[in-house]
């Protein structure tokens, strides 16, 4: 199946190549500031962050990954596109992750909202977001049309931005909840 991209807001414009990165080879372009600014994420104390911009709360580990006070560890783990709801669903109904109960997967908006302009191989801020992989993340949003329900985008913290992919494709994930 032919997968075609589409740039999403101009914060997803695509950097470097098109291979993937491993986290230690992030490059800032240290003439502008960083876009994401870390004061406006509330660091929990629980592997959580808090946007205040948004009122979003952010897993700060990809599902897989355990956070161990200072950064994510572990192996990160690949899920469809279904079997990535329903993990948000059984960790819920498991008694949840830092105290709440209600996380999910996010929609493509608020996925955007955490990549970092100024950063390639990942476009993430790894103060914030620790050990993400320059790579494809799911998204809740499922294609709309005729015969494309089969698809949902992804976004990648690496340089091909937003696109879709089969929902049968198997992706990282991060969690969100509404709320503070």
């Not at 993340?137 to 329900?149: H, I, L, N, P, V």
């Amino acid at each position: 199946m032919e997968t075609r991209y589409f740039l999403f807001l101009p914060l997803l414009m695509s950097l470097g190549t098109a291979s993937t990165l491993a986290v230690a080879d992030q490059i800032c372009d240290a003439a502008y500031p960083m876009s994401i600014q870390a004061g406006r994420f509330k660091d929990n104390g629980d592997g959580t962050l808090t946007d205040s911009q948004s009122g979003l709360t952010w897993m700060r580990c990809a599902l897989g990954q355990n956070w161990a006070g200072a950064t994510c560890v572990g192996k990160l783990d690949t899920y469809t596109w279904q079997s990535a709801q329903d993990m948000a669903s059984k960790l819920d109904k498991m008694g949840g992750y830092a105290g709440h109960n209600d996380w999910r997967v996010p929609q493509i908006p608020e996925l955007a909202m955490i990549v970092e302009r100024q950063c390639a191989n990942p476009r993430i801020n790894l103060a914030l977001f620790p050990t993400t992989p320059a790579t494809y993340f799911w998204t809740a949003t499922t294609r709309r049309g005729r015969g494309m329900e089969a698809e949902a985008y992804v976004l990648s913290f690496g340089p091909e931005g937003a696109g879709h992919k089969d929902k049968g494709d198997a992706h990282y994930v991060r969690l969100v909840r509404d709320g503070k």
